[in-house]
């Protein structure tokens, strides 16, 4: 959230879920009670001062000096350990368990968002180099573009190994 204002400027709590839907949305996701929540510490700590209320008594919240500053340390810092948390591994894993077809279904839906996200990206790539835009947001968009084709890859070895006795999904 403290990056999100450094770009962005002053936002209230809404327009900053909003921004973090657009912004980083497909590889950090934000709860709306979460913002609040967080805006809330951030500003007990003095990271970011609220403005004063608005229309329905919202406030937009700046990055005040020492906020950059925690900005910059944490992003110094590095970052921690990943941890995947993707639902279809869970249902992959204990998929014994379930009767083939369902399987099936499941990697075909599973199949049909990556791809939809997949393309997606390539187009939000070609758009974002014809606008000469952040090189580091394109790098961002890069990784996703090179996740999903894991995806594919994965997708693909998985028509070959767990549904060889079912008719092959589409990938």
């Known amino acids: 959230m403290l990056g999100l204002l450094a770009q962005l400027g002053p936002l ?4 900053l879920s909003r921004s973090a839907d657009v912004e ?4 950090w996701t934000l709860t709306r009670s979460q913002v609040y929540r967080e805006l ?15 229309s329905r008594g919202s ?17 110094a810092s590095g970052p921690s ?4 948390r993707m639902p279809v591994l ?13 399987l099936h279904e499941i990697l075909e839906e599973f199949s049909r968002r990556h791809e939809t996200k997949r ?14 835009n952040d090189p580091y947001e394109i790098a961002t968009l890069r990784f996703g573009q090179l996740f ?24």
């Open 119 to 132: 393309t997606h990206y390539d187009e939000l790539e070609r758009e974002m180099r014809s606008h000469d």
């Open 148 to 171: 999903e084709s894991a995806v594919a890859t994965w997708l693909e070895e998985i028509r070959s190994t767990l549904m060889s006795e079912v008719d092959s999904f589409e990938a």
């Open 81 to 84: 350990g990943e941890v995947v």
């Open 59 to 75: 406030r937009d919240f700046s990055l005040t000096s020492r906020g950059e500053i925690a900005l910059d340390e944490w992003l």
């Open 12 to 15: 209230n709590a809404n327009a």
């Open 40 to 54: 809330e510490t951030l500003e007990r700590r003095g990271y970011v001062v609220a403005g004063p209320k608005g």
């Open 24 to 27: 980083i949305g497909e590889y």
């Open 90 to 102: 869970l249902a992959v894993r204990f998929g014994a368990r379930l009767p083939r077809e369902r």
